[in-house]
């Protein structure tokens, strides 16, 4: 199964974006027993996590993003997504998404969100 993201591009400093993360193929018990997150890298930087929700939709946010982010889940979609508001120009990074499980674990292929000042 693969993950597929979108949703990143250039956006001036203030604006929004929404991360999307497809797992379209997963089946849906397996689909629900995963928490899942949004990590974002930097050049020079470790990949960092930005939100996590898991499977019983408890979320968590790095302390930079709380009040901005918002991460959910469509179980019937099979996605997970990032309502990204009052963008900064740090918040710019590959942004990838992760499914971790018991035996598993899987990421996104990232994608780019860049904030203009």
């Known amino acids: 199964v693969q993950l597929q993201a979108s949703g990143g591009g250039l956006v001036q400093a203030g604006g929004s974006l929404r991360l999307s993360c497809a797992a379209s193929?997963?089946?849906?018990?397996?689909?629900?027993?995963?928490?899942m997150g949004w990590y974002r890298q930097t050049p020079g930087k470790e990949r960092e996590m930005v939100a996590v929700?898991?499977?019983?939709?408890?979320?968590k946010y790095e302390d930079s993003v709380k009040g901005r982010f918002t991460i959910s889940k469509d179980n019937t979609r099979r996605t997970v997504y990032s309502q990204m508001n009052s963008l900064k120009p740090e918040d710019t990074g590959v942004y990838y998404c992760?499914?971790?499980?018991?035996?598993?674990?899987?990421w996104g292929q990232g994608t780019l969100v860049t904030v203009s000042s």
């Open positions: 992760n499914f971790k499980g018991a035996n598993s674990e899987l």
């Open positions: 193929r997963m089946i849906l018990s397996v689909f629900w027993g995963y928490d």
């Open positions: 929700i898991s499977s019983d939709r408890t979320t």
